[in-house]
């Protein structure tokens, strides 16, 4: 009697089980309960292990942060003169151009599925779901931010439904790169005429309102040609295993 009651209930188990996996109206509710909890163990955790560096090892993280300061006020010295000439050449050829992109910082809450290590769910502030956005990991390309049930869905470069717009080699040829659930990327529909070369590096064009443009992408590993294009597989730079952070381009306008 028991076994027949325990065959049961693993059928039982199996088919609401396979019900979730398929049904994506299931997942939804459960995905948002779970995906709360994550979080809230992600912040609670963060409070603590900032609360036990802040005693710890306050000396040497003031010293480092110090450091760090100097450098990015030096950075923003910098790019206050290039903004201030930007602006002084602006107004000199009376141009209406504007230009002001938007980065927010967004932390990783857990993988979308078991073993699809190129999915991962973020906790992302004030999420507006409309849009596709680009994701980048110090200033490499990471991949890009998709909605999927409303709620923000990264998509690294290796997953096969992750695209972007690309520039090639030294000319900027055109193309659009994507994953395939490999170890590398393609890069396709570069224009034929182009001359592209093995170890070449593969940036962001900037013209699919995702990226902006020059944020580097990979290189070119090898080359092959089709129906009057250029098809390249690259090697891309962004290689973490266990991403915690990243910045989402928010506008690049």
């Known amino acids: 009697m028991n076994k027949e009651f325990f065959s049961y209930f693993l059928v039982i188990v199996a088919l609401f089980v396979g019900a979730i996996y398929y049904n994506s109206t299931l997942q939804s509710p459960i995905v948002s309960s779970l995906n709360y909890i994550k979080t809230s163990y992600?912040?609670?955790?963060?409070?603590?292990?900032?609360?036990?560096?802040?005693?710890?090892?306050?000396?040497?993280?003031?010293?480092?942060?110090n450091y760090q300061l100097q450098k990015?006020?030096?950075?923003?010295?910098?790019?206050?003169?290039?903004?201030?000439e930007i602006h002084d050449l602006y107004s000199e050829n009376k141009s209406d151009f504007t230009t002001n992109p938007e980065v927010v910082l967004v932390r990783t809450i857990s993988y979308e599925k078991f073993g699809n290590f190129n999915r991962l769910w973020l906790d992302v502030p004030e999420y507006n779901s409309s849009k596709i956005y680009g994701l980048v990991y110090k200033e490499l390309v990471a991949g890009i931010v998709i909605p999927y049930n409303d709620k923000p869905l990264a998509l690294l470069s290796r997953d096969i439904k992750s695209a972007y717009s690309v520039h090639v080699g030294s000319f900027n040829a055109p193309g659009i790169a994507h994953g395939n659930n490999q170890e590398n990327i393609v890069v396709n529909f570069i224009p034929a005429w182009f001359d592209i070369k093995v170890?070449?590096?593969?940036?962001?064009?900037?013209l699919d309102n995702i990226f902006i443009k020059g944020l580097k992408v990979g290189k070119i590993l090898s080359i092959t040609s089709s129906q009057g294009y250029q098809n390249a597989i690259v090697e891309l730079y962004y290689k973490a295993e266990e991403p915690n952070y990243f910045h989402m381009i928010r506008s690049i306008k």
């Open 72 to 84: 990015f006020e030096n950075n923003h010295l910098v790019m206050q003169q290039l903004a201030s």
């Open 199 to 206: 170890g070449d590096e593969v940036s962001t064009s900037g």
């Open 42 to 65: 992600h912040n609670i955790t963060t409070l603590i292990d900032n609360n036990i560096q802040k005693h710890t090892f306050q000396a040497d993280r003031i010293e480092a942060l």
